[in-house]
């Protein structure tokens, strides 16, 4: 069994591919910082409180609104058992959405 602090066993980085307000051409041009999480360690929790670059999409949108659908601790990333993929679940206490491709996860799913 993982401890919290354990490293993945492989890299992962969940890259950001669309941003209300900014073409695909304005996305791609921000630097990496700003569009890539890079995974570190298992579990990971998502979300304002823990990655600034929240903040740095909204700003770059010019639309401060989209921060406030961003909760501060918005989704907990863990490992399947055999470290192959990632699991996402959204620990959100609000209604904030949050999309793993255009599918939903509702608060509480993973």
């Known amino acids: 069994?993982?401890?919290?602090?354990?490293?993945?066993r492989s890299s992962w980085v969940l890259a950001?591919?669309?941003?209300e307000g900014l073409t695909a051409g304005q996305l791609a041009e921000l630097r990496s910082a700003v569009r890539d999480i890079h995974v570190t360690q298992m579990p990971m929790m998502l979300g304002r409180l823990h990655q600034?670059?929240?903040?740095a999409l909204v700003k770059a949108?010019?639309?401060p609104k989209l921060a406030t659908f961003?909760?501060?601790a918005h989704g907990r990333l863990?490992?399947?058992?055999?470290?192959?993929?990632?699991l996402l679940t959204n620990v959100s206490p609000s209604n904030n959405p949050l999309y793993?491709?255009?599918?939903?996860?509702l608060p509480g799913q993973t």
Not at 16 to 19: E, F, G, L, Q
Request: proline share 8%; hydrophobic share 25%; aromatic share 6%.
């Open 78 to 86: 863990e490992a399947d058992p055999d470290g192959t993929a990632v």
């Open 52 to 55: 600034n670059q929240f903040e």
């Open 1 to 8: 069994e993982r401890s919290p602090s354990a490293r993945p």
């Open 100 to 105: 793993v491709d255009d599918y939903e996860v």
């Open 61 to 63: 949108a010019e639309r």
């Open 16 to 19: 950001c591919t669309h941003v």
């Open 70 to 72: 961003i909760s501060r």
